[in-house]
């Protein structure tokens, strides 16, 4: 299994970015992904999720201003974010969990990528 990240920049506040995850090397359809960021001095928190029949949940932070989607045609997840805050300044990972959607499919453990970094300034 292998995620890999991309898209992160330097943007000015209320700015967007689009981030990608294409994650590799086992069967993506199953799968629920997840979207999380850690921000300096501070825990992995969750941002994002979507499930194998495409339920998305965010947390209160980012409702309303990010947007989970998948392609799995092409093994990719996409993270839209828009009004972005300086808070938002984070690197951003993209994790596959040791568990699929469907009860006999699962991993060895879970997976996570590199990380790709957001940094909100102005």
């Known amino acids: 299994v292998q995620n890999v990240e991309s898209g992160g920049s330097v943007v000015q506040p209320v700015g967007s970015l689009n981030l990608s995850c294409v994650a590799t090397?086992?069967?993506?359809?199953?799968?629920?992904i997840y979207w999380y960021r850690q921000a300096p001095g501070q825990d992995r928190k969750v941002v994002a999720s979507i499930t194998s029949s495409e339920t998305t949940d965010y947390p209160d932070a980012v409702k309303g201003r990010f947007t989970i989607s998948r392609d799995n045609d092409k093994n990719t997840i996409f993270l839209q974010m828009n009004s972005l805050k300086p808070e938002d300044t984070a690197v951003y990972y993209c994790?596959?969990?040791?568990?699929?959607?469907?009860?006999?499919?699962?991993?060895?453990?879970?997976?996570w990528g590199q990380g790709t970094q957001v940094t909100v300034s102005s």
């Open positions: 994790m596959v969990p040791r568990q699929s959607d469907r009860v006999r499919s699962f991993l060895s453990r879970d997976y």
């Open positions: 090397g086992f069967s993506f359809s199953y799968w629920t």
